[in-house]
T-cell receptor
Protein backbone atom coordinates (compact mmCIF):
# COMPACT_ATOMS: atom_id res chain seq x y z
CA UNK A 1 0.00 0.00 0.00
CA UNK A 2 1.35 3.40 -0.97
CA UNK A 3 1.83 5.90 1.84
CA UNK A 4 -0.15 8.57 -0.02
CA UNK A 5 -2.94 7.88 -2.49
CA UNK A 6 -4.23 10.53 -4.90
CA UNK A 7 -6.52 10.09 -7.89
CA UNK A 8 -4.58 11.24 -10.98
CA UNK A 9 -7.70 12.47 -12.80
CA UNK A 10 -8.05 14.35 -15.05
CA UNK A 11 -10.80 16.26 -13.31
CA UNK A 12 -12.68 18.53 -15.73
CA UNK A 13 -14.96 21.28 -14.44
CA UNK A 14 -16.56 24.42 -15.90
CA UNK A 15 -15.35 27.84 -14.87
CA UNK A 16 -16.92 28.95 -11.59
CA UNK A 17 -17.35 25.45 -10.20
CA UNK A 18 -16.24 24.38 -6.74
CA UNK A 19 -13.43 21.86 -7.01
CA UNK A 20 -12.65 19.21 -4.43
CA UNK A 21 -9.27 17.47 -4.50
CA UNK A 22 -8.40 14.72 -2.06
CA UNK A 23 -5.66 12.48 -0.73
CA UNK A 24 -5.64 9.60 1.67
CA UNK A 25 -2.63 8.37 3.57
CA UNK A 26 -1.63 5.42 5.67
CA UNK A 27 1.16 6.72 7.92
CA UNK A 28 -0.29 8.17 11.11
CA UNK A 29 3.04 9.87 11.83
CA UNK A 30 2.38 12.56 9.22
CA UNK A 31 1.83 15.89 10.96
CA UNK A 32 2.25 18.51 8.23
CA UNK A 33 0.11 18.50 5.13
CA UNK A 34 0.80 20.55 2.02
CA UNK A 35 -0.80 21.24 -1.31
CA UNK A 36 1.38 22.11 -4.26
CA UNK A 37 0.30 23.34 -7.67
CA UNK A 38 2.35 22.42 -10.70
CA UNK A 39 1.94 23.90 -14.14
CA UNK A 40 3.25 22.03 -17.14
CA UNK A 41 7.05 22.01 -17.37
CA UNK A 42 7.35 23.95 -14.10
CA UNK A 43 8.30 22.97 -10.57
CA UNK A 44 5.74 22.44 -7.79
CA UNK A 45 4.59 25.66 -6.13
CA UNK A 46 3.50 25.59 -2.48
CA UNK A 47 -0.15 26.64 -2.18
CA UNK A 48 -1.05 25.87 1.42
CA UNK A 49 0.10 23.91 4.39
CA UNK A 50 -1.73 22.74 7.50
CA UNK A 51 -0.44 21.35 10.75
CA UNK A 52 -2.38 18.40 12.17
CA UNK A 53 -6.16 18.39 11.86
CA UNK A 54 -8.35 21.34 10.98
CA UNK A 55 -9.16 23.79 8.26
CA UNK A 56 -7.20 26.61 6.70
CA UNK A 57 -8.49 29.16 4.26
CA UNK A 58 -6.58 31.40 1.86
CA UNK A 59 -8.63 33.33 -0.63
CA UNK A 60 -10.44 30.88 -2.89
CA UNK A 61 -8.57 27.92 -1.42
CA UNK A 62 -9.49 25.89 1.67
CA UNK A 63 -7.43 23.01 2.99
CA UNK A 64 -8.91 20.44 5.34
CA UNK A 65 -7.21 17.70 7.31
CA UNK A 66 -9.00 14.86 9.06
CA UNK A 67 -6.34 12.84 10.82
CA UNK A 68 -8.86 10.39 12.28
CA UNK A 69 -9.77 9.35 8.74
CA UNK A 70 -6.30 9.97 7.30
CA UNK A 71 -7.91 12.15 4.66
CA UNK A 72 -7.01 15.60 3.38
CA UNK A 73 -8.83 17.87 0.96
CA UNK A 74 -8.28 21.03 -1.02
CA UNK A 75 -11.31 23.03 -2.10
CA UNK A 76 -11.13 25.66 -4.81
CA UNK A 77 -14.07 28.06 -5.02
CA UNK A 78 -15.02 29.96 -8.17
CA UNK A 79 -12.51 27.98 -10.20
CA UNK A 80 -10.78 29.79 -13.06
CA UNK A 81 -9.13 28.51 -16.26
CA UNK A 82 -5.83 29.67 -14.74
CA UNK A 83 -6.35 27.07 -12.01
CA UNK A 84 -5.80 24.35 -14.62
CA UNK A 85 -2.73 22.51 -13.35
CA UNK A 86 -1.68 19.39 -11.49
CA UNK A 87 -2.31 19.54 -7.75
CA UNK A 88 -0.02 17.52 -5.54
CA UNK A 89 -0.58 16.69 -1.91
CA UNK A 90 2.51 16.22 0.22
CA UNK A 91 3.07 15.24 3.82
CA UNK A 92 5.82 15.41 6.38
CA UNK A 93 6.49 13.68 9.68
CA UNK A 94 7.33 15.80 12.66
CA UNK A 95 11.09 15.97 13.12
CA UNK A 96 11.76 14.97 9.54
CA UNK A 97 12.21 17.31 6.62
CA UNK A 98 11.42 15.05 3.70
CA UNK A 99 8.16 15.34 1.83
CA UNK A 100 6.10 12.34 0.76
CA UNK A 101 4.02 13.17 -2.30
CA UNK A 102 0.89 11.87 -3.90
CA UNK A 103 0.93 11.31 -7.65
CA UNK A 104 -1.01 14.51 -8.29
CA UNK A 105 -4.44 15.24 -9.74
CA UNK A 106 -4.69 17.02 -13.08
CA UNK A 107 -7.38 19.70 -13.01
CA UNK A 108 -8.85 21.21 -16.16
CA UNK A 109 -11.11 24.25 -15.82
CA UNK A 110 -12.89 25.12 -19.04
CA UNK A 111 -14.10 28.68 -19.81
CA UNK B 1 14.41 37.54 -5.25
CA UNK B 2 15.48 34.78 -7.62
CA UNK B 3 13.93 31.39 -7.12
CA UNK B 4 15.57 28.00 -7.22
CA UNK B 5 17.33 27.49 -10.52
CA UNK B 6 18.39 24.25 -12.15
CA UNK B 7 20.66 23.47 -15.05
CA UNK B 8 20.29 22.03 -17.59
CA UNK B 9 16.57 22.07 -18.18
CA UNK B 10 16.82 18.95 -20.32
CA UNK B 11 19.56 16.39 -20.86
CA UNK B 12 19.60 13.43 -23.22
CA UNK B 13 22.42 10.94 -22.73
CA UNK B 14 23.19 7.37 -23.67
CA UNK B 15 23.24 4.53 -21.22
CA UNK B 16 26.63 4.32 -19.56
CA UNK B 17 27.41 8.01 -19.87
CA UNK B 18 27.78 10.47 -17.04
CA UNK B 19 25.54 13.45 -16.36
CA UNK B 20 25.84 16.21 -13.78
CA UNK B 21 22.84 18.24 -12.72
CA UNK B 22 23.19 21.55 -10.96
CA UNK B 23 20.93 23.34 -8.51
CA UNK B 24 21.23 26.89 -7.19
CA UNK B 25 18.99 27.37 -4.15
CA UNK B 26 17.39 30.60 -3.03
CA UNK B 27 20.06 32.79 -1.50
CA UNK B 28 20.31 32.27 2.25
CA UNK B 29 18.53 28.93 2.27
CA UNK B 30 20.54 26.43 4.28
CA UNK B 31 18.36 23.45 3.38
CA UNK B 32 18.65 21.94 -0.08
CA UNK B 33 16.77 18.88 -1.26
CA UNK B 34 16.84 16.67 -4.34
CA UNK B 35 13.74 14.85 -5.52
CA UNK B 36 13.00 12.76 -8.58
CA UNK B 37 9.87 11.94 -10.51
CA UNK B 38 9.97 8.88 -12.70
CA UNK B 39 7.24 8.75 -15.36
CA UNK B 40 3.96 7.54 -13.95
CA UNK B 41 5.17 7.70 -10.38
CA UNK B 42 5.05 10.22 -7.59
CA UNK B 43 7.82 12.68 -6.74
CA UNK B 44 10.25 10.91 -4.44
CA UNK B 45 12.84 12.28 -2.03
CA UNK B 46 16.50 11.61 -2.78
CA UNK B 47 18.51 13.55 -0.21
CA UNK B 48 18.73 16.60 2.01
CA UNK B 49 21.65 18.94 2.68
CA UNK B 50 21.93 21.32 5.57
CA UNK B 51 24.54 23.77 4.39
CA UNK B 52 27.31 21.50 3.06
CA UNK B 53 26.44 18.44 5.16
CA UNK B 54 24.26 15.55 4.06
CA UNK B 55 21.46 15.40 6.60
CA UNK B 56 19.55 12.53 5.03
CA UNK B 57 20.45 10.53 1.95
CA UNK B 58 18.06 7.66 2.54
CA UNK B 59 16.33 8.18 -0.79
CA UNK B 60 19.40 7.81 -3.01
CA UNK B 61 18.69 4.77 -5.20
CA UNK B 62 22.24 3.40 -5.42
CA UNK B 63 25.92 4.35 -5.48
CA UNK B 64 25.74 5.53 -9.09
CA UNK B 65 24.31 8.75 -7.68
CA UNK B 66 26.62 11.27 -6.02
CA UNK B 67 25.46 14.58 -4.59
CA UNK B 68 27.69 17.37 -3.42
CA UNK B 69 27.20 20.82 -1.99
CA UNK B 70 30.59 22.39 -1.63
CA UNK B 71 30.61 25.59 0.38
CA UNK B 72 26.96 25.24 1.25
CA UNK B 73 25.76 27.10 -1.83
CA UNK B 74 24.90 25.32 -5.06
CA UNK B 75 24.64 21.56 -5.33
CA UNK B 76 25.42 19.02 -8.02
CA UNK B 77 23.95 15.59 -8.58
CA UNK B 78 26.05 13.27 -10.68
CA UNK B 79 24.80 10.05 -12.20
CA UNK B 80 27.60 7.72 -13.29
CA UNK B 81 27.08 5.51 -15.21
CA UNK B 82 23.53 6.35 -16.21
CA UNK B 83 20.99 3.57 -16.70
CA UNK B 84 17.66 3.62 -18.55
CA UNK B 85 15.69 3.62 -15.30
CA UNK B 86 17.35 6.89 -14.26
CA UNK B 87 15.19 8.77 -16.76
CA UNK B 88 12.84 11.22 -15.12
CA UNK B 89 12.56 14.76 -13.85
CA UNK B 90 14.97 15.75 -11.11
CA UNK B 91 13.77 18.55 -8.85
CA UNK B 92 15.75 20.61 -6.43
CA UNK B 93 14.12 22.46 -3.56
CA UNK B 94 15.37 24.74 -0.81
CA UNK B 95 14.07 26.10 2.46
CA UNK B 96 15.22 28.57 5.04
CA UNK B 97 16.98 27.08 8.03
CA UNK B 98 14.97 29.06 10.55
CA UNK B 99 11.58 28.29 9.09
CA UNK B 100 9.82 24.93 9.18
CA UNK B 101 11.33 22.88 6.45
CA UNK B 102 7.97 21.98 4.98
CA UNK B 103 8.04 25.37 3.25
CA UNK B 104 10.17 24.06 0.45
CA UNK B 105 10.53 26.02 -2.77
CA UNK B 106 11.05 23.97 -5.88
CA UNK B 107 13.03 24.63 -9.01
CA UNK B 108 11.67 23.91 -12.50
CA UNK B 109 13.44 20.57 -12.69
CA UNK B 110 15.89 18.90 -15.04
CA UNK B 111 14.36 16.40 -17.42
CA UNK B 112 16.83 13.54 -17.88
CA UNK B 113 16.39 11.08 -20.71
CA UNK B 114 18.70 8.07 -20.85
CA UNK B 115 18.59 6.22 -24.17
Amino acid sequence: QKEVEQDPGPLSVPEGAIVSLNCTYSNSAFQYFMWYRQYSRKGPELLMYTYSSGNKEDGRFTAQVDKSSKYISLFIRDSQPSDSATYLCAMERSGYSTLTFGKGTMLLVSP
Amino acid sequence: EAGVTQFPSHSVIEKGQTVTLRCDPISGHDNLYWYRRVMGKEIKFLLHFVKESKQDESGMPNNRFLAERTGGTYSTLKVQPAELEDSGVYFCASSHGDIATYEQYFGPGTRLTVT
